[in-house]
């Protein structure tokens, strides 16, 4: 089932939580509302379920208008942060409550409740109390409970914000094949990038109540078109630029540190217009060190200021005779590793750089 | 050891208060077994005649079942009425709504019980509004509801009200709103929501608000003897009758002592049956 | 959540609680009254009003019902303070039993605890009415006006005492200090839940008093039996104007949410 959100606003007492924004979410995909607190991604997926009503817009599903759709006729399914099991029923009958609600009896419902149960790996468990399991085992009935009933479209409120590191990056896995398994449409809200980016067909991420990019989650990291994007999604450095030269599908923009680069058109997000200034994006992984005297290409120099080991690299922070701090990742490798105070030069590739609207 | 002084300043009040709160049962129930002879004149043998004729008395007997069903009607019916409100008071969103239900509630708890029955005699009564209103509509009830069960009931219900609401507002708070969402997600109307969520979360709530009115009606004086009118009497007045025109304390406190236990019987139960009920 | 039929049966409940007050207001002005009935004519006056203020056995009422509930409010707020202190702070066996005692007066039939202190105070010759008076009603009160002393109590951070103390105050003045104007609004609460008590008692007063003396609402409902006297009615207009008072003196003190939900979170 294919869900659409059409010039959503929708506003909690006078603040306003979302503005006009256009959401489409095809059969059987897994999409991600990515972005900070207070973005609007949890409001945005209350009006999908029909938990709240929007002040402007319309809700499609399938085609069919169901803005006016109580949640409880919508065919939906959701999963909520703090997994919302009821607290008075054993699992048993929190999973079955959506097929008692549908008339289905109880042993008719048994069946099914041991099937959701095995899927979710928690068979057995149907005596047990919710206060008696942990976070990831409550979440795995909220789970079983949210598609026993088979909805049409399984919506997660940040389902797993409250469980532990190792356990949130193994649910990742698990939800996600679950899904694909079972063929069902789904609408993830999360504020952890990495989630967004593993699980997701495609990605959106919203800031302030507006959607700003839509995209695949290699498009979203490699093409940001904003620099919230940018700065949101992983890490990346940013350089002031101006455009000197405009010349059919290139352009060459100077930037504030003395180099220049020659770009394609396509690598500009924006107006091509000399004289304009604007951003030029790179990220840390896409920069290399090297010893001043080896350096080849555009580059600039400066000194080493810190060494953080991260485990699976390293990152730098290199500080520019300009005040400015550059980021660089390295993958650790057996050549020697530049030391603090080290004086280096970071080339810069062109075919990784992007160039955005200027935003300060 | 030393013995801080301010502890000991501290500790004094507090001794002279739990004599003073363990004074009157010790007495209620020593006095309880004494021998009645006439007006002040008590004497041992220690006797359980007082007792006896508790049990033996046609009048003592039916006054504690009438008292009981009566503090068992208006309990059930405050804690009824009460819940919305009490449920309004927990969830709205509303301060200015909260804020003037919350202060009716405060004044009609502190108001005066004799007032607030007094009103009712305004309206049960023989000239009064209910009266008027079922003469305009032309159904003959109005004027003999006075002096009945039924007024009393009423009366109480009334009293007990306010603090019906007040004992359910937190455990109705304990409720997370997002377990009504998941339900609703689930499928359920708001209807089904309710019954199969809601009431069930909210029984500890109504169980302590039971037990309250329970032990406040049982215990009512001034209501039977404004609404009741001599006809409908509680236990309460029945034992201010007996001790205050013949001074029988020994049957007074025998009285008393049933009252405790026949409370303490009917709030058990009423506890029992509401978990019960709560579990269906 | 049904919204007509909830909000409607909001409304009436609330209606349900206030207009019975309402009726009583407008027939004590009736000029013609008689208890039960309904001004027929539109005949208003205080004619009652002042018959009430002149009846000695109103006055007299009133004025050892204030004595009596105010001197009730003073001491249970004292022990109360004691009680409350002991119990917040120091933890040791049997405190629970304690604090179960000190709360069970409410299971008590008002009757009871009336009888038995009548029949101890006839044993131990003490006839001082006022006195007898003050000493039952602490003991009804004290259950009620002890819990928003322990509220305020709980709900005091004691490390700001502790920092006091550590700053060099000794104990009694880093109490009187810091720890006492923070539970001023508890004490306020307490004092006015004893007064309102002890002045609506009937079921303990009704067995201390005697021919002199007679609280407030003894002497009310005796002039209720005896007759459809309307002053009754004028004395019920003045209870509802001391509870007005008293309900606005706690809305400026703690607010009315707040004292609600510290005295009955439980």
Not at chain 1, 89 to 99: C, E, S
Not at chain 1, 125 to 131: D, F, G, I, Q
Not at chain 1, 311 to 326: F, H, K, T
Not at chain 3, 94 to 105: A, R, V
């Amino acid at each position: 089932m294919s869900v659409e959100l059409r010039s959503i606003t929708a506003m909690y007492g006078d603040v306003v939580a979302v503005k006009n924004v256009d959401l489409k979410v095809r059969e059987k995909e897994f999409v991600t509302l990515l972005g900070p607190s207070g973005c609007g991604k949890t409001t945005t997926l209350n009006v999908a379920a029909g938990l709240l009503r929007p002040k402007q817009g319309r809700v499609y599903l399938d085609g069919e208008d169901i803005t006016d759709l109580p949640p409880y006729q919508r065919g939906m399914s959701m999963i909520f942060q703090s997994y919302a099991l009821f607290p008075h029923m054993n699992v048993f009958d929190n999973v079955r409550f959506g097929l008692k609600i549908r008339g289905m009896s109880r042993q008719e419902s048994e069946g099914r409740v041991r099937q959701a149960l095995e899927l979710v790996r928690l068979g057995g468990y149907e005596k047990r109390m919710p206060t008696e399991l942990s976070g990831g085992e409550q979440q795995r009935v909220a789970l079983a409970r949210a598609i026993v009933i088979e909805p049409k479209v399984l919506l997660l409120d940040e389902p797993l914000s409250n469980l532990d590191a190792k356990l949130r990056i193994h649910m990742r896995s698990e939800l996600k094949k679950i899904q694909k398994r079972i063929g069902v449409t789904a609408v993830y809200v999360t504020h952890d990038q990495a989630e967004a980016l593993t699980m997701s067909d495609e990605v959106v991420v919203m800031n302030k109540g507006a959607i700003l990019q839509v995209g695949r989650a290699t498009e979203i990291y490699q093409r940001p078109r904003s620099k919230f994007v940018a700065d949101f999604i992983g890490e990346i450095n940013f350089f002031e630029g101006t455009i000197e030269e405009v010349v059919r599908d290139s352009f060459r923009i100077s930037s504030n540190l003395g180099f220049t680069l020659s770009l394609p058109n396509d690598r500009l997000v924006g107006e091509v217009s000399t004289g304009r200034k604007a951003l030029i994006c790179i990220r840390p992984e896409h920069l290399r060190l090297t010893e001043e005297s080896k350096s080849a290409g555009v580059c600039v120099v400066g000194n080493v200021e810190d060494v953080q080991f991260t485990g699976a690299s390293i990152r730098y922070l290199v500080e520019l005779p300009s005040g400015e701090a550059v980021q660089v990742r390295e993958t650790y490798s057996n050549q020697s590793l530049p030391s603090i105070g080290q004086r280096v030069s970071i080339q810069i590739d062109s075919s990784l750089v992007s160039v955005l609207e200027y935003e300060l | 050891m030393r013995i801080n002084p301010g502890l000991v300043l501290l500790l004094l009040p507090l001794v002279c208060l739990i004599l003073l709160f363990v004074a009157p049962l010790v007495n209620i129930f020593g006095v309880s077994f004494y021998h009645y002879e006439g007006v002040l004149d008590y004497r041992l043998p220690l006797t359980l005649q007082n007792y006896i004729h508790t049990f033996q008395s046609g009048t003592i007997r039916s006054t504690f079942l009438r008292t009981g069903m009566i503090a068992l009607y208006s309990s059930i019916l405050a804690v009824v009425i009460s819940y919305p409100v009490s449920y309004y008071l927990s969830w709205s969103t509303n301060r200015r709504g909260r804020a003037l239900v919350m202060s009716a509630i405060v004044f009609s708890l502190f108001a005066s019980t004799i007032a607030r029955g007094l009103s009712w005699i305004y309206i049960l009564g023989p000239q009064g509004a209910a009266g008027k209103i079922s003469e305009f509509l032309g159904l003959g009830i109005g004027s003999h509801v006075l002096h009945t069960e039924f007024s009393v009931v009423v009366g109480l219900t009334y009293i007990a009200m306010p603090f019906a609401t007040l004992t359910m507002i937190s455990p109705l708070q304990k409720i997370r709103p997002v377990i009504r969402d998941a339900a609703m997600m689930l499928g359920a109307s708001r209807v089904e929501t309710f019954l199969y969520i809601t009431v069930p979360l909210s029984i500890p709530g109504i169980t302590a608000a039971l037990a309250v009115c329970l032990t406040l009606t049982l215990a009512a004086f001034v209501i039977p003897l404004m609404l009741g009118g001599g006809i409908v009497d509680m236990v309460s007045n029945l034992i201010f009758g007996r001790v205050r025109e013949t001074l029988n304390f020994p049957l007074g406190s025998a009285m008393s002592m049933a009252l405790l236990c026949f409370s303490i019987a009917v709030m058990y139960l009423s506890t029992v049956a509401t978990k019960r009920l709560g579990r269906a | 959540m049904g919204e007509p039929v909830y909000g409607i049966s909001v409304a009436l409940g609330i209606v349900f609680l206030l207009v019975p007050a309402l009726l009583i207001i407008v027939t004590s002005f009736d000029t013609n009254g008689i208890i039960g009935r309904l001004p027929t004519s539109a005949n208003f006056s205080l004619r009652w009003y002042y018959s009430f203020i002149e009846d000695t056995k109103f006055t007299d009422g009133f004025v050892t019902s204030l004595i009596v509930a105010s001197s009730c409010g003073a001491l249970t707020t004292t022990t109360g303070l004691c009680a409350s202190y002991i119990i917040t702070r120091y933890a040791f066996r049997g405190k629970n039993l304690l604090t179960e005692l000190l709360m069970s007066p409410t299971v008590f039939p008002g009757v009871a605890i009336g009888l038995s202190f009548m029949y101890m105070f006839i044993g131990l010759g003490l006839r001082q009415a006022v006195l007898n008076l003050i000493i039952a009603h602490v003991v009804i009160s004290f259950p009620l006006g002890l819990r928003p002393l322990i509220a305020a109590f709980e709900t005091f951070d004691i490390t700001i005492e502790k920092a006091a103390v550590m700053l060099g105050a000794s104990r009694l003045r880093a109490f009187r200090e810091v720890t006492l104007p923070d539970i001023i609004p508890g004490f306020i609460a307490a004092y006015l839940f004893a007064f309102a008590i002890s002045f609506d008692d009937v079921a303990v007063a009704v067995f201390l008093t005697d021919v002199h003396t007679t609280t407030f609402p003894v002497a009310m409902l005796a002039a209720f039996r005896r007759s459809v006297d309307p002053r009754v009615n004028v004395g019920c207009v003045f209870l509802f104007v001391m509870t007005v008072v008293i309900v606005f003196i706690i809305e400026k003190s703690i607010g009315l949410e707040k004292l609600v939900r510290s005295v009955y979170a439980r």
